[in-house]
T-cell receptor, first 118, second 114 residues
Framework: NAGVTQTPKFRVLKTGQSMTLLCAQD?????MYWYRQDPGMGLRLIHY???????AKGEVPDGYNVSRLKKQNFLLGLESAAPSQTSVYFC?????????????????FGEGSRLTVL | GNSVTQMEGPVTLSEEAFLTINCTYT??????LFWYVQYPGEGLQLLLK?????DKGSNKGFEATYRKETTSFHLEKGSVQVSDSAVYFC?????????????FGSGTRLSIRP
């Protein structure tokens, strides 16, 4: 079972370059999320989506854009990378049924993408 | 607002030692509480959960009890193994349905010596 797959897993950028992280899930989940993980700060939500064609800002959205053109894919873009965006990025997903059963918070994560901005 | 506070790591124990990782929370209403584990080089995965006060979540020998009176959800294991070495995250989901309101603690790194 593939679950949640992130590409690329590693990337080094120079300041000002752009890139896109791809998240793909094969579980037919409605909800998808992008988090960043920094030492001592846990996971912080960047953007999320509650369905195809929808996106919303999370806790730390500045400097990032997202798109959800297909239900199974959630793209995270950096238009002009900055050293402060050096981090490990995680994609996660969950399904609507869990929320309707009152089980929010049970997320399925990808393996992460380590991004370094020089 | 809602928040989760975990004990700072790293925590280093010998194999077969007793483990406690503290987690306290602040929330309005009746949140659900979770422990996630992140093994080296992997994403987070759900370890256990509790959705109401006095519930005990358990999995793989780990346990945590939802204590509303102390607003805590401490993770415990009676005898740790080297394979338990990982980063552990406490998380909270508010009592109302919202896709964006899941909050994670800062994580506690656990290392087990053989």
């Amino acid at each position: 079972n593939a679950g949640v797959t992130q590409t690329p897993k590693f990337r080094v950028l120079k300041t000002g370059q752009s890139m896109t992280l791809l998240c793909a899930q094969d579980m037919n989940h409605e909800y998808m999320y992008w988090y960043r993980q920094d030492p001592g700060m846990g996971l912080r939500l960047i953007h999320y989506s509650v369905g195809e064609g929808t996106t919303a800002k999370g806790e730390v959205p500045d400097g990032y854009n997202v798109s959800r053109l297909k239900k199974q894919n959630f793209l995270l873009g950096l238009e002009s990378a900055a050293p402060s965006q050096t981090s490990v990025y995680f994609c996660a997903s969950t399904d609507l049924d869990r929320f309707e059963r009152g089980e929010p918070g049970e997320l399925f994560f990808g393996e992460g993408s380590r991004l370094t901005v020089l | 607002g809602n928040s989760v506070t975990q004990m700072e790591g790293p925590v280093t124990l010998s194999e077969e030692a007793f483990l406690t990782i503290n987690c306290t929370y602040t929330a309005t209403g009746y949140p659900s509480l979770f422990w996630y584990v992140q093994y080296p080089g992997e994403g987070l995965q759900l370890l256990l959960k509790a959705t109401k006060a006095d519930d005990k979540g358990s999995n793989k020998g780990f346990e945590a009890t939802y204590r509303k009176e102390t607003t805590s959800f401490h993770l415990e294991k009676g005898s740790v193994q080297v394979s338990d070495s990982a980063v552990y995250f406490c998380a909270l989901s508010p009592g109302y349905s919202s896709a964006s309101k899941i909050i994670f603690g800062s994580g506690t790194r656990l290392s087990i010596r053989p």
